[in-house]
């Protein structure tokens, strides 16, 4: 059991934090059960370690054993090494360490609905969007531009483990994926405040689709709207100015999932 905070792989584990860091040692942290319970139960042999408290483990046994069958190194921890290990301020009793997600445009097996992110800077909305794309079916999520780091501990926490559902793809060239995207038939939908309503598209939206979401505070770049084949917006019936991002895409990727399904 560890229980010294100044362990040097306590110290180690809480410099995850830092991009450099993760980048460096080519892991990154997972916390919370149901975030470690996705990785272990989708990606198991990714998992380093897994560290636990003594009241983690009476309460989620069925977690444990996930972990006792993936080849981590497990520990029993402190509550007081957790919390300095976590980047959270109340952990919630159980961090995992896993090898770094990779994922490039040639995982995509099918492209038939995907979310495309550029320059969203914010963990908790990306993750967000990834966790919507899941829930409506996505078969990719691409970050591209200057988006948030992927393995960022709040983008990790907010996507509620839905990162390791799906490909989750860094790029850095938006049109190099717009331009791989198109080459497979996808027509490409730019959600933006001033478009075509999605009531409008319903025909289109039975066809594949990769909607591109920008910026929270700027949208997406005039470039980006002028590879689209089309400018969509979600509609507003009531007195609300606008949608935030997440909620935004939620709406359009799963008016995608319906049309594409038939319902």
């Known amino acids: 059991m560890i229980t010294n905070p100044a362990d040097p792989q306590v110290k180690a584990i809480a410099r995850l934090s830092q991009r450099s860091r993760r980048d460096e040692a080519g892991v990154f942290i997972v916390e919370g059960p149901q975030a470690v319970r ?9 998992v380093v370690d897994v560290f636990y408290t003594a009241a983690f483990a009476e309460k989620h046994g069925a977690i444990i054993q996930l972990a006792e069958r993936s080849p981590a190194v497990m520990d029993e921890v402190s ?7 976590a980047d ?10 896993a090898q770094t997600l990779s994922h490039s445009l040639s995982s995509i097996d099918e492209v038939r ?3 495309v992110c550029d320059e969203i800077r914010d963990p908790g909305n990306a993750g967000a969007v990834i966790r919507a794309a899941d829930a409506a079916g996505a078969d990719a999520v691409i970050l591209t531009g200057a988006s948030v ?26 049109a190099d994926v717009i331009e791989w995207l198109m080459g497979r038939g996808v027509t490409i939908l730019a959600a933006a405040a001033d478009g075509e309503s999605i009531p409008s598209m319903s025909t289109i939206l039975t066809k594949p689709t990769a909607w591109l979401f920008g910026n929270e505070a700027h949208g997406l770049s005039e470039d980006a709207r002028a590879r689209a084949d089309h400018i969509v917006s979600v509609p507003i019936y009531g007195k609300a100015e606008s949608l935030n991002l997440a909620t935004a895409a939620s709406v359009c990727l799963y008016a995608s999932a319906f049309a594409q399904s038939g319902a």
């Not at 509550?79 to 290990?85: P, T």
């Not at 959270?88 to 360490?97: F, R, S, Y």
């Open 149 to 174: 780091d992927l393995h960022n501990p709040k983008l990790v926490r907010s996507s509620t483990g839905s990162i390791f559902h799906l490909p989750i793809i860094e790029h850095d060239d938006l």
């Open 79 to 85: 509550d007081k090494v957790l919390e300095v290990m």
């Open 38 to 46: 996705e990785l272990l139960t989708f990606s198991p042999n990714s």
């Open 88 to 97: 959270t301020v109340n952990p919630q009793g159980v961090i995992a360490v």
């Open 113 to 115: 609905l995907v979310a």
